[in-house]
């Protein structure tokens, strides 16, 4: 798998299924992605599973990988030009069906630009989001990172199966990877929690999506805790690594 194919995947599983979360979250998302009429659009790429992304009229967002009639299709013939469509750059898209709902394809743009600014940059009035954000993006990122890199199932035994758990007092809800299944997702796991990593405020949540966090110092103040199977957790933040630097800019 090339590198544009490795970041189309994480882009189609990590980035833009955090749309559905976050228009819960941000009413700004939700306006942006509010219309007269329920829209659906799915986008599919070469040699790549299909993203649905489904816009009700209040600006809800839901998806999957399943298209349904009537959703406006876009194909794309290789990674590079999906990537290019992502990064609002012009790119060749082929029509696939859906065109009556041609019109409503301002709200997936508006939307995208929305996310863009909620993961991109760091304004006070929306920093716990963009932390809460940014650390969804990246457990899922880490989950396809290990189904689709070259390295990913040798790294996926090493890590073993288990949940973990990521939570502070200012994010709207835990997150959580159950490594056993590779899903990832918000509030209470099904799954039992093998290790749980709290950040007991927003600056040591920073420090830690920076790279920057002096563990045992913060672990010697309490603004962080972690309980359970620590090696988990030591080794899951290095995959997190490898897929975050596959999406920075």
């Given at each position: 798998m090339t590198g544009d194919t490795l970041k189309a995947a994480l882009y189609l599983e990590a980035v833009l299924p955090a749309l559905a979360e976050l228009s819960a979250q941000d009413a700004s998302l939700r306006s942006a992605a509010a219309g007269s009429r329920p829209f659906a659009i799915t986008l599919a790429v070469r040699g790549h599973s299909r993203r649905r992304l489904a816009f009700a009229t209040d600006g809800a967002i839901t998806t999957s990988t399943t298209p349904q009639p009537g959703d406006l299709s876009l194909w794309f013939p290789s990674a590079g030009q999906f990537l290019r469509t992502v990064s609002n750059r012009s790119a060749l898209a082929l029509p696939g069906g859906g065109w009556t709902q041609l019109t409503q394809l301002r709200r997936f743009s508006t939307a995208g630009a929305r996310l863009d600014t909620l993961l991109q940059t760091r304004a006070d009035a929306h920093l716990a989001l963009h932390a809460w954000g940014s650390l969804l993006v990246a457990l899922a990122a880490a989950a396809s990172w290990l189904r689709h890199h070259p390295d990913g199932p040798a790294t996926h035994a090493r890590l073993g199966t288990g949940t973990v758990v990521f939570e502070c007092p200012v994010?709207?809800?835990?997150?959580?990877?159950?490594?056993?299944t590779l899903n990832s997702g918000t509030g209470t796991?099904?799954?039992p929690v093998t290790v749980r990593i709290a950040f007991g405020d927003l600056a040591t949540l920073m420090a830690e999506l920076d790279n920057q966090l002096d563990a045992p110092a913060a672990l010697g103040l309490g603004t962080l805790r972690i309980t359970g199977y620590l090696p988990l957790?030591?080794?899951l933040s290095l995959v997190m690594l490898k897929a975050g630097n596959l999406l920075r800019p």
């Open positions: 994010l709207p809800a835990p997150l959580w990877l159950d490594l056993a796991p099904a799954s957790a030591e080794n």
